[in-house]
């Protein structure tokens, strides 16, 4: 299977950039890491869509592993769609009213 192009969400690059500028005015290396990390998210959802679980039905959430943050995306026919970057402390689904893919 092709991998299918990834897309961001408008208010999900800001939520990647607010938590990126976050930890990079504690510690730029951390900064460093946490876009690694969500780089390595990325790699892993456009290899394989579908291996990480479902959440409020449609979505799917990809757990970043040393950072309290979720990426959340929806697979689509051409592409993949990243709805939220998602604070474990943020309200629990609070990016569904978000509308995929009418952007």
Do not use: C
Not at 12 to 23: H, L, N, T
């Amino acid at each position: 299977m092709a991998r299918r192009p990834i897309r961001f969400h408008p208010l999900a690059a800001d939520e990647a950039d607010a938590a990126r500028r976050w930890y990079f005015e504690r510690n730029p290396q951390v900064s460093q890491a946490f876009v690694a990390a969500l780089d390595a998210s990325v790699e892993g959802i456009t290899a394989s869509p579908r291996r990480w679980p479902r959440v409020y039905g449609k979505y799917r959430r990809y757990l970043l592993r040393k950072f309290p943050f979720s990426v959340v995306y929806l697979e689509r026919t051409e592409s993949v769609e990243v709805i939220a970057v998602a604070h474990h402390r943020r309200r629990p689904g609070y990016w569904r009213e978000r509308k995929g893919g009418d952007l």
